[in-house]
């Protein structure tokens, strides 16, 4: 069974260092939201990016 909030809390982490490695994005501009459901639940991330995404894509690749 899925965590409650120490899983959003590990997720939010990692998508943060993973996306930061790419795009700016600041700590407070990561959500979680994790909707528990039978037989699924769903998490759900929301990242806020800063700036020009075409320019920072370009420059990850």
């Known amino acids: ?3 409650g909030d120490d899983l959003l809390s590990r997720v939010r982490e990692d998508i943060l260092v ?3 490695k790419h795009v700016p994005c600041e700590h407070d501009n990561v959500k979680a939201r994790l909707e528990r459901g039978t ?13 020009d995404l075409d320019l920072a894509l370009g420059r990850a690749a």
């Open 1 to 3: 069974m899925l965590g």
């Open 18 to 20: 993973v996306v930061a």
């Open 39 to 51: 037989p699924m639940s769903i998490l759900e991330i929301e990242v806020e990016v800063r700036g």
